[in-house]
Antibody, heavy 121, light 108 residues
Framework: EVQLLESGGDLVQPGGSLRLSCAAS????????ISWVRQAPGKGLEWVST????????YYADSVKGRFTISRDNSKNTLSLQMNSLRAEDTAVYYC??????????????WGQGTLVTVSS | EIVLTQSPATLSLSPGERATLSCRAS??????LAWYQQKPGQAPRLLIY???NRATGIPARFSGSGSGTDFTLTISSLEPEDFAVYYC??????????FGPGTKVDIK
């Protein structure tokens, strides 16, 4: 059974930093691109970032470029998102999502339960 | 960036009725479009990929059609568990992957 379990969400002050993690199981982690997708309270879905199978290619939404860094450890089946210079508009539930296809140009067939990041003073 | 527009914003129907949801892209995405269902407090669930292919475990009452810029998700006969928000997403021209704003299907 495919499982994705996010952690690390918290209340943080504007300008602060936070690191999210996603632990994956039930599939060959190194064979799939993985992404972060967020959802602000009461709003729709927003793609944040994607990382390729070996971590060699990373992609970011303009809204987070230069502030967020995605990474993966295929030996531990984990995905991370380092979030710096956080803003109020980064407040959202952050989901990690597995790519359905082996590459990075994909939709998302499995999602974690999400972790809440709140940016507020 | 490809912008996806969904209509209607809200669809009020009764169980057993047919639901027809629309997604329109600002430029062609070929058949690279997916549909997701999201219930309150839950993660999205992939329903349809590549415009018309049902994902694993998705009931046959869900079907997708379209190509280019105009797409449709049809639920042939609504079950009580189908009342939810539905999103479309394109993977044709990225980054960024983009999602539509969603259509809420609620009980009439």
């Amino acid at each position: 059974e495919v499982q994705l379990l996010e952690s690390g969400g918290d209340l943080v002050q504007p300008g602060g930093s936070l690191r999210l993690s996603c632990a994956a199981s039930g599939f060959t982690f190194s064979n799939y691109g993985i992404s972060w997708v967020r959802q602000a309270p009461g709003k729709g879905l927003e793609w944040v970032s994607t990382i390729s199978t070996n971590g060699g290619s990373t992609y970011y939404a303009d809204s987070v470029k230069g502030r967020f860094t995605i990474s993966r450890d295929n030996s531990k089946n984990t995905l991370s998102l380092q979030m710096n210079s956080l803003r109020a508009e980064d407040t959202a539930v952050y989901y990690c999502a597995k790519g359905r296809r082996g590459g990075t140009s994909t939709d998302f067939d499995y999602w974690g339960q999400g972790t809440l990041v709140t940016v507020s003073s | 960036e490809i912008v996806l527009t969904q209509s209607p914003a809200t669809l009020s129907l009764s169980p057993g009725e047919r639901a027809t949801l629309s997604c329109r892209a600002s430029q062609s995405v070929s058949s690279s479009l997916a549909w997701y269902q999201q219930k309150p407090g839950q993660a999205p669930r992939l329903l349809i990929y590549d415009a018309s292919n049902r994902a694993t475990g998705i009931p046959a009452r869900f079907s997708g059609s379209g190509s280019g810029t105009d797409f449709t998700l049809t639920i042939s006969s609504l079950e009580p568990e189908d009342f939810a928000v539905y999103y479309c997403q394109q993977r044709s021209n990225w980054p960024p992957f983009t999602f539509g704003p969603g259509t809420k299907v609620d009980i009439k």
